[in-house]
């Protein structure tokens, strides 16, 4: 009990460290509403963010709301996680590094009845946080320049419940609604001879996005599962504040100006997961998704919306039969992760291509797991103009069990 009390603190410590922070410093989170999360439960970021067909028997699968119809009973669940990214960032004559410390979630699950349970979690959805410094650009129909410097911040988080309901022994179906919200922050600089220009624009959102998923277990070895998101419109207010400084004066030109924004659309997203067992001691799994954002009809001046897949590939292993030793307990695993992202600049897709190990360290006789990955990836390139990243991140979660209503053996 003393060693789980101690984990806990460290990692609240670590995720409200965390969360106080930037939770992207991508310079492609300026697009859209930001920088898609990965905000994986358990050990899911070691074997590539796959999953679709793993069950929350042992851990909260947020990946397939009918993974819960297969939880277990009197068994609390409770995950947090944090991570911590070093990233370099390249263009065609520059290279630059940055640390960052994220939150990534915070959920518990249990069971409601035989056949069926809930979870609840938080986490980030979408983040930005960029800077553009003194960059010289022309003004229309003249032969001078002047100089644009920009910083964002803000993003989405992700508040939802899931309900997931076992119809047979191999049979779940599953439903999740998630409650959208944040805001973006952009502060604009034009300086313009001897006048600058602020501009501060903030941007709230807010919406409603549902989420279907079944999981059907072919035999004991083999499980598929399915997953539905429904596309939903993200609701947008703007307001904008505008003041002029120059070497005598400060002006205010408008302040909390509310202006017409278009709403954000996400898209139909579809897709199918297989997990198998192999020897008893290796599990494989697969996952498969596609979004379509070609059919959101958005507009974008940076570039175009296009149809989304993302591969995850998963490999893990542990001991068959456990000895008394702690590290016959031990799972081991690795995976695989490509996304074609959705955002095409210049006939350029934004990709983002990763490789993981982990592993997952008992901490008591429940299914109680400090989970621990490392995962080393590349977004972008930098051709056309394009930043390239090179990433290591270290995802740390700590997966908990309790038993509820179990009477004591020995009084």
């Known amino acids: 009990m003393k060693i789980k009390i101690i984990l806990v603190s460290v990692m609240l410590i670590i995720t409200g460290f965390g969360f106080a922070q930037s939770v992207s410093s991508s310079p492609y989170s300026l697009f859209g509403l930001g920088s898609e999360y990965d905000a994986d439960f358990g050990g899911l970021p070691g074997i590539g963010s796959s999953g ?94 002047y100089l644009y410097s920009a910083t964002g911040t803000g993003g989405l988080n992700d508040f939802d419940v899931s309900y997931g309901y076992r119809v047979s022994n191999r049979f779940s179906l599953g439903v999740k609604g998630s409650a959208l919200f944040g805001s973006s922050s952009v502060a604009e600089n034009y300086l313009i001879q001897s006048t600058l220009l602020y501009i501060d624009k903030t941007t709230n959102y807010s919406g409603v996005r549902l989420e279907a998923g079944s999981q059907f277990v072919i035999d004991s070895t083999f499980t598929i599962g399915t997953t539905f998101k429904s596309p939903t419109k993200i609701n947008a207010s703007k307001v904008e504040s505008i003041s002029s400084v120059t070497s005598s004066s400060t002006v205010t030109v408008v302040s909390g100006l509310s202006l017409d924004v278009n709403d954000y659309v996400m898209p139909l ?40 897949d993302k591969l995850a590939l998963g490999l893990s292993f542990d001991k ?33 291509v990763a490789f993981s190990v982990g592993v997952s360290l008992p901490i008591d006789n429940t299914f109680s797991m400090l989970n621990i990955s490392y995962s ?8 056309s103009g394009l930043i390239k990243e090179n990433y290591h991140k270290i995802s740390l979660n700590l997966s908990l069990d309790g038993l509820w209503f179990v009477k004591r053996k020995i009084e």
């Open 52 to 145: 679709i067909a793993l069950p929350s028997n042992k851990f909260i699968n947020n990946l397939n709301p009918a993974s819960l119809g297969f939880m277990y009973q009197n068994h609390f669940l409770f995950d947090v996680g944090g991570k911590a990214i070093v990233t370099s960032y390249q263009d065609a004559s520059n290279k630059e590094t940055r640390n960052n410390v994220q939150f990534s979630h915070l959920a518990f699950a249990f069971p409601i009845s035989q056949k069926s349970a809930v979870s609840v979690a938080l986490k980030p959805y979408t983040s930005s946080a960029f800077k553009i410094s003194n960059m010289s650009l022309g003004i229309k129909d003249s032969n001078e320049n």
């Open 269 to 308: 997203e579809v897709g199918f997961g297989l997990s198998k067992k192999i020897r008893k001691n290796y599990n494989f799994s697969m996952d498969y998704q596609k979004s379509f954002w070609s059919s959101v009809n958005q507009s974008a001046s940076y570039g175009v919306f296009t149809n989304q």
């Open 320 to 352: 068959e039969k456990k000895g008394r030793s702690y590290f016959d307990h031990i799972k081991y695993s690795t995976g695989f992760n490509y996304d074609t992202g959705y955002l095409e600049v210049d006939s350029k897709k934004i990709k983002n």
């Open 376 to 383: 080393y990836g590349q977004k972008g390139s930098v051709t």
